[in-house]
């Protein structure tokens, strides 16, 4: 494993960077406290090719030497550093919505949904979380009743889903045969717009308020045979399958926020003088900086790892989600540390370090959560 970025991946990390710097940083704290989720901010993010990254080109891609799955990472590490909400509303387009397609869906599915969301003309999302079925995914109660026409009727709901509202295609989860468990789970392409799908509660979150997390609502929504993902009772494994890919976004999304608030924290240390001199010339502060940089580039490496793994077609769901639990630990643990190198101040939402603490929570809780990585590993360990 070889973590010398070649041209293609620093292209993509430095293209990310760029909208960073010039269109996130400047209103990432008006947009954060005002929870403004900027529709043409996301159109223009969309429209870089990031979402192409590792899609082949005949999808719209960037092509096999154009990009990979660390290209993508990296892009998604690059743009948490600005803003983790914009961060996770492109990997839950990218890694949620647009791949299950490219990995389950016909020809004919990639041809009318994969390609605008990897060209950045349409915004994805995933809906598999329901009010009792949340760590437990089995218990979907939504359903869907096959007709005689072959169509299916989808009644139920979906919550905490990120894009919800805004995307335009979504892949939802219901039980087609709930004596099936598991196996009575299909997937669905849903677009919006469709009648009886609408839209709930938004939630009022901790933190990532640059994104957007709505409530799903299915009422006697008809959805054609041809939108079916995957086979039908084959919901419950694509979902899963999606997620594994999912986290190592999640911790990509980790390491950024880890070392935003990392930089903020060395520079706050640098120019805050007490006892007559620089925090950072302290011993204990400095230590701790350090300290916040070895747990980063260790998670650094399990997630590029995993990321590798992905691109390179081998077994990646436990790496995955061992670099998702290690990654969002770390960012929790450096994003608290920088709030104490900053004092009251990092109390304050005046400065960022408040921010990149609260962002960083999300990432322990979704796309599994970290006990759910613990069961991953220990079952991979214990098989
Ligand atoms: C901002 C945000 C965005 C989200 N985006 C999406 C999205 O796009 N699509 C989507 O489908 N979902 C999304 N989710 C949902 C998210 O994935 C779930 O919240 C998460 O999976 C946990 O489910 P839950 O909230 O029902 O918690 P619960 O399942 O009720 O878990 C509560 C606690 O119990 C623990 N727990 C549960 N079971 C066990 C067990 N067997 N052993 C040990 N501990 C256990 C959990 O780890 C957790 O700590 C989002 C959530 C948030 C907050």
Redesign the pocket.
């Known amino acids: 494993m070889d973590f010398n970025l070649t041209e293609v991946q620093q292209d993509f990390m430095n293209l990310a960077r760029d909208f960073g710097e010039k269109r996130l940083a400047p209103t990432i704290m008006e947009r954060d406290h005002q929870g403004i989720y900027d529709d043409a901010l996301i159109a223009e993010l969309l429209s870089l090719g990031i979402t192409g990254a590792y899609f082949e080109e005949k999808y719209g891609g960037a092509g096999d030497d154009g990009g990979d799955v660390l290209s993508y990472i990296l892009a998604v590490e690059e743009l948490a550093k600005y803003d983790a909400g914009v961060s996770i509303t492109l990997s839950?387009t990218v890694s949620?919505c647009a791949n299950p397609i490219w990995q389950f869906g016909t020809e004919e599915q990639k041809e009318k949904f994969l390609v605008p969301l990897v060209e950045g003309t349409k915004l994805g999302?995933?809906?598999?979380?329901e009010p009792n079925a949340?760590?437990?995914a089995s218990g979907q109660q939504t359903v869907a009743v096959k007709n005689d026409d072959g169509t299916y009727t989808l009644n139920g709901s979906?919550?905490?889903?990120?894009?919800g509202g805004h995307a335009d295609i979504y892949i939802v989860f219901a039980m087609t045969d709930k004596s099936k468990g598991n196996h009575g789970i299909t997937a669905f392409i849903l677009e919006d717009g469709m009648p009886g799908f609408t839209y709930g509660k938004k939630?009022d979150?901790m933190g990532?308020h640059t994104?957007v997390?709505m409530e799903l609502v299915f009422q006697d929504v008809k959805v054609p045979a041809e939108n079916m993902l995957g086979e039908e009772g084959k919901g419950f494994k694509i979902a899963m399958m999606t997620l594994d890919g999912g986290r190592i976004g999640v911790g990509a999304q980790a390491l950024g926020i880890a070392e935003a608030a990392l930089a903020d924290a060395v520079e706050y240390s640098k120019q805050r003088v007490q006892f007559g001199k620089p925090l950072c010339k302290f011993q204990s502060v400095s230590f701790k900086l350090a300290d916040m940089k070895m747990q980063i580039e260790a998670a650094r490496n399990l997630v590029y790892k995993a990321a590798c793994l992905k691109q390179e077609g081998k077994p990646f769901t436990v790496e995955a989600a061992i670099a998702k639990r290690v990654a969002s630990d770390v960012a929790m643990r450096v994003s608290t540390e920088a709030v104490q190198i900053f004092g009251g101040y990092g109390y304050s939402e005046e400065y960022p370090a408040a921010r990149h603490m609260r962002d960083a929570k999300?990432t322990q809780?979704?796309?599994?959560?970290?006990?759910?990585q613990l069961?991953v590993t220990a079952g991979a360990l214990l098989r």
Not at 125 to 129: E, M, N, S, V
Not at 158 to 163: A, E, R, Y
Not at 365 to 372: K, P
């Open positions: 839950a949620l999302a995933f809906g598999l979380t949340g760590t437990d979906k919550i905490f889903i990120t894009n939630e979150k990532i994104s997390t999300i809780i979704y796309e599994g959560t970290n006990e759910v069961m």
